[in-house]
């Protein structure tokens, strides 16, 4: 090809740029309207610089308590994100073999993430209402209610975040070495020393990739939330309910709080990906190096 | 330990194939298929109770009776029915319920056309522009971070920028474009596409960047070679080998979009009607069996748009 850029990479660099403007814009604009002066408004201009509408979340606004929600967030996040990482790796380790139903398993995680969210929440709130029903009718007539936080709720955010950790662990497996696993049993590991010493170490930082996907995907979560939840709420369905009466740069603080969770936690997860990569590449192998 | 050696001998051919070779006998106590089920089973029974059963739950209830304030498991018609009340009378003119559906698809094909533009030369811009891979993991990361941050702050942060006083509104008064603010850049079919397009672009990029950067290099300057304008490559040789990305990246928005009741709803100010506010108007009502119904003409819509563009890619085979 020729030498020196064509101008085609100038015209789509600037394309780009407007994209990445287009896409942060907006929430620049929502950061910094958090911090509102005590008698600013919705929109600019700023009234004032103050974190007046930051600590009014905190001493809670009357209407909702928004500390049990996001502690409830916090909670689920941390929880789906435990068991998706567990549950993905598992899988994902199955798939490097053929076994029977492999590709029911497949195709449910496929389909789990295209069916449009408000159906597959609407169909694990018909469950759980039937089982409320049955349970009613046989056992327990003063029964409230199955639907909840660590049921309904957990159930309806793993059928979000598995897909998600089944297809990066695909992504992982693709490339990965399979001779190095061969010469750790052939120095006699069992399976699990092969996983733990070898396997492990070298897929750690996609494993908190998808820790972290866990995580935010359900700290985010709200159309699958929004009916398989029961009576509580998590912070991004109390965000939505405050978008239809909202009239205070409240809504605004309560996004940047949300935003500077989900922030911290990337950080977090790619200083650490990028930390043992570092050590792998500094430990990882010496071959060809000679003795020490 | 002469069971282990019994196991292996009984075990299924699929201990010898592949990287268990190498395997000696003393680890295998486990046939290699018991220990897929148990790596395997536990995703699977989570699809199980929470995907699948509640999909066969939504097509159950959809045939049900139901009455102000609860279910009646017995079989009807009534949750289509109620759904399509009047639609045959009312002929030629079309009923809200249609009305309802064509909305939607019109928003998504809006949706779907311009992500995939955006898409395709963003995800061009970083597969065949950026050289150095540091570049490329950085630029493409910063795509990336907007998707992990809450989807109602991005859809809500439009609201200072294009209401009545919003930052638009007030630069086009001050250069004198308008006289007085544009009423509809929001809760409007525009700001509704906007913060469609804004929160899933991402799920087209991704795809299309992935089959892009599988293009090999040398097949664009063979093409280059061979006298090919730059036009005729794009079409001749990148999009026919982009082709898998476009697909899976234009269902994600095409599903995303078909059952969004959320977006629609804040962006559209509650105006705009489309199929996923549908089955939550109904939730809200207790009426759950049109709702069910109304998800399966959902489900039925998806499923044959995915069809189709399933038929011109095999999905299975790129991830």
Redesign the interface.
């Known amino acids: ?1 020729k030498e020196g ?1 064509p101008r ?2 100038y015209v ?2 600037i ?2 740029a407007a ?2 403007l ?6 620049i ?2 950061y910094v ?1 958090s911090f509102q002066g005590p008698q600013g408004g ?3 201009p700023m009234n004032g610089v103050s974190t007046y509408w930051l600590a009014k979340l905190f001493q809670g606004t009357g209407i909702i308590d928004l500390g049990a929600s996001f502690r409830r967030s916090l909670l689920l996040g941390v929880i789906v994100m435990a068991i998706t990482v ?3 790796v ?2 994902g ?14 195709y ?13 929440s ?6 759980f ?2 089982i409320d ?1 049955l349970i009613k009718a046989h056992w327990n007539e003063n029964f409230e209610t199955s639907m909840g936080l660590l049921t ?1 709720g957990l ?2 955010h ?2 979000w975040t ?1 897909p998600f950790g ?2 990066i662990m ?1 992504a992982i497996f693709n490339r990965f070495d ?1 001779r190095l ?2 010469a750790a ?2 120095l ?1 590991a ?2 699990w020393q092969a996983f733990r010493h070898v396997v492990l170490p070298i897929i750690l930082p996609s494993v908190i990739g998808i820790g ?1 996907f866990g995580f ?1 995907l359900s ?2 979560e ?2 699958r939330s ?2 398989a939840i029961g009576a509580v709420n998590t912070l ?1 369905l109390d ?2 309910g405050l ?2 009466t909202v009239t205070n740069p409240d ?2 603080a309560l ?1 940047t709080i ?2 500077a969770v ?2 911290a936690v ?1 950080t977090l997860a790619l200083g650490t990906i990028h930390m043992l990569n570092k050590r792998q590449a500094a430990k990882g192998s010496d071959a060809g190096k000679g003795l020490v | 330990m002469d069971t282990s050696e019994d196991i292996l001998q009984q075990a299924s051919p699929d201990l010898v194939r592949g990287s268990d070779k190498a395997r000696p006998a003393k680890a295998a106590r486990l046939s290699p298929s018991f220990i897929s089920w148990l790596q395997a089973g536990p995703m699977m029974l989570v699809f199980l109770a929470f995907f699948l059963i509640p999909l066969v739950f939504v097509v159950i209830v959809s045939f049900w009776d139901y009455n102000e304030y609860q279910l009646l498991p017995a079989f009807s018609g009534r949750g289509y029915t109620d759904t399509f009340e009047g639609c045959i009378a009312q002929l030629p003119d079309l009923c809200t319920i249609a009305k309802t559906y064509l909305k939607t698809l019109k928003l998504c094909f809006l949706v779907w056309a311009i992500t995939l533009f955006i898409g395709f030369w963003v995800a061009y811009f970083l597969a065949f522009h950026v050289k150095s891979k540091t570049w490329q993991m950085g630029l493409s990361l910063l795509c990336t971070i907007p998707f992990w941050t809450s989807n109602v702050i991005r859809m809500i942060a439009w609201i200072p920028l294009l209401g009545r006083n919003g930052l638009v509104n007030s630069g086009l008064m001050k250069i004198g474009l308008v006289n007085q603010p544009v009423e509809w850049l929001l809760f409007s079919e525009f700001s509704v596409v906007l913060a469609l397009v804004h929160l899933f672009t991402f799920f087209m990029v991704v795809p299309i960047f992935n089959s892009m950067i599988r293009i090999d290099k040398s097949l664009i300057e063979a093409a280059y070679d061979a006298g090919a304008t730059g036009l005729q490559t794009l079409l001749n040789v990148i999009i026919p080998l982009a082709k898998p990305g476009i697909v899976i990246g234009s269902i994600f928005v095409i599903t995303i979009v078909m059952g969004d009741f959320i977006t629609i709803g804040v962006m559209g100010g509650q105006q705009i009607a489309a199929a996923g506010k549908i089955i939550e108007t109904r939730v809200n009502a207790l009426q759950f069996p049109a709702a069910a119904a109304n998800a399966v003409i959902l489900l039925v819509i998806t499923f044959l748009i995915i069809t189709m563009m399933s038929r011109i890619v095999d999905i299975k085979k790129e991830l």
């Not at chain 1, 449910?108 to 597959?120: E, H, M, N, R, Y």
């Not at chain 1, 609407?122 to 469950?127: D, Q």
């Open positions: 090809m850029r085609s990479f789509l660099a394309f780009f994209y990445v287009f896409l942060y814009g907006p929430m604009a929502i309207l919705l929109t600019f567990v549950l993905s598992a899988a380790m199955a798939f490097r073999r053929k076994f029977r139903a492999q590709s029911i398993l497949f449910s995680a496929i389909a789990s993430l295209i069916v449009p969210s408000i159906i597959t609407l169909g694990i709130s018909l469950e209402r039937i029903d309904s159930g309806a793993l059928t598995l089944l297809l695909f399979p696993e061969e049993r052939d006699g069992t399976p972290l935010t700290w985010d709200l159309a929004s009916q991004p965000l939505q978008t239809t809504i605004y996004g949300i935003s989900s922030f990337i």
